[in-house]
């Protein structure tokens, strides 16, 4: 069982402050959701976790399996098990989906144990099938012209082949109509395991009907607010984050 530990963590852009002392401690074998309105430090924590060098830690820290992560770049932390999918994944032209997804996993694997074509093929036709992708989008250019459900599409691919301990999945469901919500859900499911954790970002409750998470926290301006199971993230949906301000007292 891995661990993945955020403790006290403060975070500034540009000077200003975001995070103001997260904590969350997370294992493989769960998942947990953030929820929280707009602009309160929701993708600053996943891309401050991923390595991000624009977010500064002024405190705090964060460990993977007892390990300090934070003065780890980007690569190493994806090496060590790490994986973000991104709120808005980046188009890379010149080099097909399927040389870089294969990149990805061999970059993650030592030199003289890198994953055999075939066994790669094997596994990408498999994992595509799961998500209802068509074969033609193995060989396009990553994410150039894919439509905003494509590129989310794509990245659970990218998190079924490279199959990291955890994975980060930022707004995943934002612009998914309810057919793509469900097939990456599907994606996301077959992943669960006890070798696999993530910490699922969304600002609407419908995408937790279709992955239940295990514990589910609300951020509100820079910190989480409050923890809870599966029943919180409906209660939000019924009283909206207004009334969780008024319930905890929050001038926010
Ligand atoms: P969320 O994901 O919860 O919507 P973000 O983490 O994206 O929130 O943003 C938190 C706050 O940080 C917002 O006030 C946002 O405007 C600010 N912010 C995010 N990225 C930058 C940036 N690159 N430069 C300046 N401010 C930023
Ligand atoms: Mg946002
Ligand atoms: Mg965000």
Redesign the pocket.
């Known amino acids: 069982m891995s661990t993945l530990e955020v403790k006290n963590l403060h975070v500034t852009?540009?000077g200003?402050k975001?995070l103001k002392g997260v904590n969350l401690v997370m294992h493989t074998g769960e998942i947990h959701a953030i929820m929280?309105?707009?602009?309160?430090?929701?993708?600053?924590?996943?891309?401050t976790i991923m390595g991000n060098p624009?977010?500064k830690v002024t405190q705090g820290e964060i460990f993977l399996d007892g390990k300090d992560i934070l003065k780890m770049p980007v690569d190493e932390r994806a090496r060590a098990g790490l994986f973000l999918a991104m709120?808005y994944p980046a188009e890379i032209p010149g080099i097909t989906n399927a040389e870089f997804i294969r990149g990805a996993i061999n970059a993650r694997r030592p030199q003289d144990d890198q994953l055999p074509i075939r066994q790669f093929l094997k596994d990408l036709d498999q994992a595509m099938e799961v998500l209802d992708m068509t074969e033609e989008m193995a060989e396009r250019h990553l994410n150039e012209g894919f439509s905003g459900g494509e590129k989310k599409r794509n990245e659970i691919l990218q998190l079924m082949m490279i199959k990291p301990k955890f994975a980060i999945l930022?707004?995943i469901d934002s612009g998914l109509d309810i057919d793509a919500l469900k097939v990456v859900s599907r994606g996301v499911n077959q992943m669960r395991g006890p070798e696999f954790g993530s910490l699922i970002?969304t600002h609407y409750q419908r995408l937790l009907n279709y992955i239940v998470p295990d514990v589910v926290h609300v951020?509100m301006d820079?910190r989480i607010v409050k923890q809870g199971g599966p029943e919180l993230a409906k209660k939000l949906e019924d009283e909206g984050y207004a009334g969780l301000r008024d319930e905890l007292g929050l001038d926010i």
């Open positions: 852009i540009e200003k975001i929280g309105p707009n602009g309160t430090g929701k993708s600053t924590l996943s891309e624009a977010y709120q930022d707004e970002i951020m820079g």
